[in-house]
């Protein structure tokens, strides 16, 4: 209380790239099926709220047309990555000549996991989700992939400080806590609470970013006093984009910019980097 709130941001930066808020949008597989103008769309979105739409390899549209549809926008590849490596370069190289900032490499999903809605509903992915997936892949095929690209690479998917240990060995640059918004290994931990045993294990070494359950200004801070340096939005990020395409998108990201300013503001943070542990009490 009483700390000079008035000139209050909440800009930072995320692996030497600077975003408006410390909100990025998560990827998503088949954005085609929100709006028909899918990717697109979420990057215009994400561009207008001055943050990284990190687009999944599983888009509607290739990865250069997501790229030309917000020129001036700030992305990051995700990476789903199948037996064939020639096919993963080939993705690395084109990520990097469109404009893709990071890698986003998500771990969690050797296998899909059972979605019951989608039996009951029927829903179905295309087959080609089989080229995307190698459930042989160790740490070992992880430090190889770290040394095919010049950009930053991190590692979506982690909920151990033992497996933030062994990614930070083979050499990557962040660490995304992450349960896969609940839909891989049901039971698992939900990703706040396996936060900070990651920030723990990790100290320096890499950024460690959270996803999963953010729908409020106030779960950012959170995030932020347990470590995080940045969160991602999923299904808020999607929702936006089912109800107005990019509108919707630029309208969620700035309601929760608007509420990270006013939580800053009311827990006497001039910025980001002033959230720390005791801003929500001891835990
Ligand atoms: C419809 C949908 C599709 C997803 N597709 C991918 C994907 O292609 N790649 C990936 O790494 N994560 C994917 N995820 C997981 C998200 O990146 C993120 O981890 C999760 O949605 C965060 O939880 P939240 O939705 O509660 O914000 C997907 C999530 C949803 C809801």
Same mark, same amino acid.
């Given at each position: 209380?009483?700390?000079?709130?008035?000139?209050?941001?909440?800009?930072?930066?995320?692996?030497?790239?600077?975003?408006?808020?410390? !909100?990025?949008?998560?990827?998503?597989?088949?954005?085609?099926?929100?709006?028909?103008?899918?990717?697109?769309?979420?990057? $215009?979105?994400?561009? %207008?709220?001055?943050? +990284?739409?990190?687009?999944?390899?599983?888009?509607?549209?290739? *990865?250069?047309? %997501?790229?030309? %549809?917000?020129?001036? /926008?700030?992305?990051?590849?995700?990476?789903?990555?199948? @037996?064939?490596?020639?096919?993963?370069?080939?993705?690395?190289?084109?990520?990097?000549?469109?404009?893709? $900032?990071?890698?986003v490499?998500?771990v969690?999903?050797?296998?899909? =996991?059972? $979605?019951?809605?989608?039996?009951?509903?029927?829903?179905?992915? @295309?087959?080609?989700?089989?080229?995307?997936?190698?459930?042989?892949?160790?740490?070992?095929?992880?430090?190889?992939?770290?040394?095919?690209?010049?950009?930053?690479v991190l590692v979506k998917g982690i909920l151990?400080?033992?497996d933030a240990v062994l990614a930070t060995?083979?050499?990557v640059e962040g660490i995304v806590v992450s349960?896969?918004? =609940?839909?891989?290994?049901?039971?698992?931990?939900?990703?706040?609470?396996?936060l900070?045993?990651v920030v723990?294990a990790v100290?320096?070494r890499a950024e460690v970013l959270l996803?999963? =359950?953010?729908?409020?200004?106030?779960?950012? !801070?959170?995030?932020?006093? *347990? /470590?995080a340096r940045?969160?991602?939005?999923?299904?808020? %990020?999607?929702?936006?984009?089912?109800?107005?395409?990019?509108?919707?998108?630029?309208? !969620?990201?700035?309601?929760? $910019?608007?509420?990270?300013?006013?939580?800053?503001?009311?827990?006497?943070?001039?910025?980001?980097?002033?959230?720390?542990?005791?801003? +929500?009490?001891?835990?």
């Amino acid at each position: 209380m009483l700390v000079d709130v008035s000139q209050t941001t909440a800009a930072t930066s995320v692996l030497g790239t600077e975003v408006g808020f410390p !909100v990025l949008v998560a990827p998503m597989a088949f954005q085609g099926l929100a709006h028909p103008d899918g990717e697109r769309a979420t990057a $215009r979105g994400a561009a %207008a709220a001055e943050t +990284i739409m990190c687009l999944s390899t599983l888009s509607t549209v290739s *990865l250069e047309e %997501a790229a030309e %549809a917000a020129p001036g /926008g700030k992305r990051w590849f995700q990476l789903y990555w199948g @037996p064939d490596r020639a096919k993963v370069q080939d993705l690395l190289a084109r990520a990097e000549a469109a404009g893709y $900032r990071a890698i986003v490499v998500t771990v969690d999903l050797p296998e899909v =996991g059972r $979605r019951e809605r989608d039996l009951r509903t029927g829903f179905e992915t @295309p087959a080609s989700l089989s080229d995307v997936t190698d459930n042989s892949l160790t740490w070992r095929d992880l430090e190889w992939l770290r040394a095919q690209t010049a950009l930053p690479v991190l590692v979506k998917g982690i909920l151990t400080g033992e497996d933030a240990v062994l990614a930070t060995e083979a050499g990557v640059e962040g660490i995304v806590v992450s349960n896969h918004g =609940g839909r891989q290994l049901d039971g698992v931990a939900a990703s706040l609470d396996a936060l900070p045993e990651v920030v723990e294990a990790v100290g320096d070494r890499a950024e460690v970013l959270l996803d999963g =359950g953010v729908r409020r200004g106030t779960d950012v !801070v959170k995030a932020l006093a *347990l /470590g995080a340096r940045v969160v991602l939005v999923g299904r808020a %990020a999607l929702y936006g984009l089912a109800v107005d395409g990019a509108g919707g998108v630029e309208r !969620v990201l700035t309601l929760l $910019r608007e509420e990270v300013e006013l939580a800053l503001a009311l827990c006497g943070c001039a910025s980001p980097a002033d959230v720390a542990r005791s801003h +929500i009490g001891r835990v």
